[in-house]
């Protein structure tokens, strides 16, 4: 498994944006694709965005489309999330996650995801 840290997530107003990062370790990162999940207190865990190996294909949830932007710096090790023309309805705490095979397609699937970061939250105030 790899070991994933989220960072990037605080308060913000309606209408404004925040960039989310997760910095991985502890496997080859350009190998796997990842995705962000988020979740809210009552609520199932819900699909954000994914991003294939290399970043050419991306994957978005009904929430995010047209607003979020996920992307990769595989010679970071890390992968963003940004967040624009924010809503008080994305208030969640979001988690990064790597997938669980090599090579694989980039999911909306929380179960073909094997890593998960701590997690940071997100709050839009309106």
């Known amino acids: 498994q790899a070991q994933l840290v989220e960072s990037g997530g605080g308060l913000v107003q309606a209408g404004g944006s925040l960039r989310l990062s997760c910095a991985a370790s502890?496997?080859?990162?350009?190998?796997?694709?990842m995705g962000w999940f988020r979740r809210t207190p009552g609520k199932e865990r819900e699909f954000v965005a994914a991003?294939?190996?290399?970043?050419?294909?991306?994957l978005y949830g009904d929430s995010g489309k047209g607003r979020f932007t996920i992307s990769r710096d595989n010679a970071k090790n890390t992968v963003y999330l940004q967040m624009n023309s924010l809503k008080p309805e994305d208030t969640a705490v979001y988690y990064c996650?790597?997938?669980?095979?090599?090579?694989?397609?980039?999911?909306?699937?929380?179960?073909?995801?094997?890593?998960w970061g701590q997690g940071t939250q997100v709050t839009v105030s309106s």
């Open positions: 996650a790597a997938g669980a095979a090599a090579w694989r397609r980039p999911s909306p699937l929380w179960s073909d995801y094997d890593s």
């Open positions: 991003i294939s190996t290399r970043g050419v294909t991306t």
């Open positions: 502890g496997r080859t990162f350009s190998n796997y694709a």
